[in-house]
């Protein structure tokens, strides 16, 4: 039974006046798969590591998110307790599978009751893993997965998001090399998730609300130095 695909594709190739089959097309499509063309990178990006890296978080506070930045993963846990206790928050919070999650130092906050899976939307605060940021924006790169559920990124209002400073990337094209790299031969994940701030819109008379379609923060918790 043909799906609406394959009948939109049909439909194309008579207008094209092909079958898909011809040779020369296929090579074109394969040979820029497996070229990767690069498009134009703006260059506010290349920067020296630590320039980089103050780059990344000056545009992350630009985009009405919040950052700390901690020398190494041992405070996160006491980072966490601290931004839920500044917020009159419940010490709950919901992440994922990730083993660098999994890896934290949880013990050094007994008073923070961590669960695992995904959101059904019932929770306040959600915590993930990112693949990597990239500088030229302050945006976040997460991929989608039992690790780091989609849902924590949409769902709770507050979203608290660890990244490596070493994942810190100047610019899209490179934090896009690295997901490929990762999956060389099979297919990527479902979705791969460019988060630049909290949730907004100003639709309505151009009044910015927080929190239209998604958590109303945004915390990135950066941990260590540019390498």
């Known amino acids: 039974m043909s799906t609406s695909r394959d009948i939109v594709l049909a439909s194309v190739r008579r207008s094209l006046g092909v079958t898909s089959g011809e040779a020369p097309r296929r090579q074109a499509v394969d040979d820029r798969l497996k070229g990767h063309p690069a498009g134009v990178v703006p260059a506010r990006g290349q920067l020296a590591p630590a320039e980089r890296l103050a780059l990344f978080k000056d545009k992350v506070v630009a985009a009405a998110a919040t950052l700390d930045h901690l020398p190494s993963t041992a405070e996160v846990p006491g980072a966490i307790a601290a931004y839920l206790r500044a917020r009159n928050l419940p010490a709950t919070l919901l992440r994922g599978a990730d083993p660098r999650l999994a890896a934290l130092p949880w013990q050094n906050e007994p008073q923070l009751d961590v669960w695992i899976g995904p959101s059904d939307g019932r929770q306040l605060v959600g915590l993930s893993h990112a693949l990597g940021g990239v500088a030229e924006s302050g945006t976040l790169v997460l991929l989608s997965g039992p690790d780091n559920p989609t849902t924590l990124n949409f769902l709770p209002d507050h979203h608290l998001v660890v990244v490596d400073a070493r994942d810190v ?48 923060s945004l915390h990135v918790l950066l941990v260590g130095e540019a390498g």
């Open 169 to 216: 990337a100047g610019d899209y094209e490179t934090v896009w090399t690295r997901i490929r790299a990762l999956f060389p031969e099979g297919p990527l994940p479902r979705e791969v998730n460019w988060i630049t701030g909290p949730s907004r819109s100003a639709d309505i008379e151009q009044t910015l609300l927080l929190g239209a379609h998604g958590p109303r």
